[in-house]
């Protein structure tokens, strides 16, 4: 089939990959345009446009498609089907309309739990046992397109929002692979999303990375797994008379008990407002990933210390 494939973040990348080893004709790649990065402000660009300069596909980055002019070249592709996976541009309806069977989106939740920008972390930090990837047929609401395809995922009790990332990016190009055969032979069938249980995964603010050691030690550790490795939530200690800014990479749940915020092991185990949680991964500000003991041989001991 002729694919126009939109996609932007690294997470996509293996989707476009599968499309492409699948003997799928991909005309043209849309992505984000190149930002500047780094501390010369050069321009990047991103992984899914890398990665289709290496395939030989033509790169479109325009910062809207609601003009007609984007629309009409948009047409021209003379596409049988747009795949979409975390684009990051709304997709008016003379867009989704303009491929022959219309566009399919990968999401990285079990719909209509986790609709919008940032499923997997919300997912991880809530708690959840189990998440899922999808396929789904795009209309012009939020997430909200009937159903082809399922496949669930087991959310483990210390897994990271980066490994669970990094897990549904393979499995999510597998069963997009799985999808537009299945859409090319006319057997892929569509399910209307239940009315119940929409729940909405906001984008993550940087004003919520901030650890707050008065919840519950489960709250605190979803908080951080949810949040490695980016942006990484934070505590600061006070080291050398000045505090200083550390990211909490990877935890576990810990014993013992005491005032909220407060360092009760060597082990770096910390008093929340119910249980205690431990840290296993830290990085302090400027430096790079540590494991907890390593941290702890450079500080000194903590004990008693306030976070």
Avoid at 51 to 78: M, N
Avoid at 224 to 229: A, K, V
Wanted: hydrophobic fraction near 45%.
């Amino acid at each position: 089939m002729r694919v126009v494939f939109m996609g932007t973040p690294d997470f996509a990348v293996p989707t476009l990959t599968e499309i492409v080893a699948s003997g799928h004709e991909v005309v043209a790649v849309y992505t984000r345009a190149p930002k500047p990065a780094g501390r010369g402000q050069e321009e990047r660009k991103s992984p899914v446009h890398l990665a289709a300069e290496g395939f030989g596909i033509p790169v479109f980055t325009p910062k809207s498609l609601k003009g007609s002019e984007e629309q009409g070249v948009f047409a021209l592709h003379d596409a049988d089907v747009g795949v979409v996976v975390a684009y990051g541009l709304l997709l008016p309806k003379p867009i989704l309309d303009a491929p022959r069977l219309g566009c399919l989106n990968l999401h990285g939740s079990l719909l209509p739990r986790w609709r919008g920008a940032a499923p997997i972390q919300r997912a991880v930090m809530a708690g959840d046992k189990r998440t899922g990837v999808m396929v789904m047929q795009m209309d012009e609401g939020l997430d909200t397109g009937p159903v082809g395809l399922v496949e669930e995922m087991p959310i483990g009790p210390d897994m990271t929002a980066g490994e669970l990332h990094d897990a549904m990016m393979r499995v999510g190009a597998d069963l997009m692979g799985r999808a537009l055969a299945a859409l090319e032979r006319g057997s892929l069938e569509f399910s209307e999303q239940s009315e119940e249980g929409v729940v909405y995964a906001r984008k993550i603010e940087k004003a919520e990375a901030r650890i707050d050691w008065s919840k519950s030690a489960a709250e605190v550790h979803n908080h951080i797994r949810g949040l490695s490795p980016f942006p990484g939530a934070w505590f600061e200690v006070e080291l050398s008379g000045k505090p200083v800014r550390v990211k909490a990479l990877r935890s576990t749940l810990g014993t013992g008990s005491g005032a909220a915020g407060t360092v009760i092991g060597d082990d770096l185990t910390i008093a929340c407002g119910e249980g205690a949680v431990r840290l296993v991964s830290v990085q302090r500000e400027g430096k790079g990933a540590m494991d907890a003991a390593a941290f702890v041989r450079g500080t000194g001991s903590l004990i008693g210390k306030a976070v």
